[in-house]
T-cell receptor, first 111, second 113 residues
Framework: TQLLEQSPQFLSIQEGENLTVYCNSS?????LQWYRQEPGEGPVLLVT?????EVKKLKRLTFQFGDARKDSSLHITAAQTGDTGLYLC???????????FGKGTRLHILP | EPEVTQTPSHQVTQMGQEVILRCVPI?????FYWYRQILGQKVEFLVS????????KSEIFDDQFSVERPDGSNFTLKIRSTKLEDSAMYFC???????????FGPGTRLTVL
C-alpha cells in the first residue's frame, strides 16, 4: 500500500512570506494530486501531475513532481490569508479508481 | 456551478443504531464514491460504485456498510449497526467517468455515542 508522508504537519507564517510543503512516497506515484480542504468542506482538486520533473503553476502556487515520481512539492509565493487551509497530496490509483490521501499540511497564514 | 451535496451535515446516533448518509452527486456523473476522515487522520477510501454495482471497496467497508442508488439522483451509505469508531466525517464524491476528477461533497459529520 502506498504510504504518503507530508511535511511539515503544521506551518504558520506571516502574510507575504514564501513557503514550501512536501509530499514523499514509499513508492513511485502513478499520478500525484494536490488538494486543498477548508473546514466544513470536502477536498478540492488543485492540480494533477503525471510526468517526472513536471512543474505546474496555478497563480502563486507552483507544483513540482520529482524526477523519480516519488516526491512532490508545493511552493506558495507571497502567501495570503486566503491560502489558509489543509493541503493534501494524494495518489490517484487508476487501476482501482480510488484516491489515496496523505494526512496533509495544515497551513495558517497570519495577517 | 454543479456540486455534490450531502445530508445531513451532522448526525448523532447511539451505538448499535443504523444510520443512512445521503448524497446527491453531480447530475451527469456516473461514478460515485464514499470516503471517510476520522478526526485528525487522513481521508480514507471506502467504496466506489458504478452501474449499480460496487466497483472497488476497502478493508474498512465490511458487512456493516452498504451503498445504494435508490433513485436517479441519490447515493446512500448505510451503516447497519454503528460503533464508536465509526465516528468520522464521511465524504461523498462523484466523477463523470472512471479516473476523471472526483468532486467531493461537504461531508456529513457522524458522531456515535
Amino acid at each position: 500500500t502506498q504510504l504518503l508522508e507530508q511535511s511539515p504537519q503544521f506551518l504558520s507564517i506571516q502574510e507575504g512570506e514564501n513557503l514550501t510543503v512536501y509530499c514523499n512516497s514509499s513508492s513511485v506515484f502513478s499520478s500525484l494530486q494536490w488538494y486543498r480542504q477548508e473546514p466544513g468542506e470536502g477536498p478540492v482538486l488543485l492540480v494533477t501531475v503525471v510526468t517526472g520533473g513536471e512543474v505546474k503553476k496555478l497563480k502563486r502556487l507552483t507544483f513540482q513532481f520529482g524526477d523519480a515520481r516519488k516526491d512532490s512539492s508545493l511552493h506558495i509565493t507571497a502567501a495570503q490569508t486566503g491560502d489558509t487551509g489543509l493541503y493534501l497530496c494524494a495518489e490517484a490509483v487508476y487501476r482501482d479508481d480510488k484516491i489515496i490521501f496523505g494526512k496533509g499540511t495544515r497551513l495558517h497564514i497570519l495577517p | 456551478e454543479p456540486e455534490v451535496t450531502q445530508t445531513p451535515s451532522h448526525q448523532v446516533t447511539q451505538m448499535g443504531q443504523e444510520v443512512i448518509l445521503r448524497c446527491v452527486p453531480i447530475s451527469n456523473h456516473l461514478y460515485f464514491y464514499w470516503y471517510r476522515q476520522i478526526l485528525g487522520q487522513k481521508v480514507e477510501f471506502l467504496v466506489s460504485f458504478y452501474n449499480n454495482e460496487i466497483s472497488e471497496k476497502s478493508e474498512i467497508f465490511d458487512d456493516q456498510f452498504s451503498v445504494e442508488r435508490p433513485d436517479g439522483s441519490n447515493f446512500t451509505l448505510k451503516i447497519r449497526s454503528t460503533k464508536l469508531e465509526d465516528s468520522a466525517m464521511y465524504f461523498c464524491a462523484s466523477s463523470e467517468n472512471a479516473h476523471n476528477e472526483q468532486f467531493f461533497g461537504p461531508g456529513t459529520r457522524l458522531t456515535v455515542l
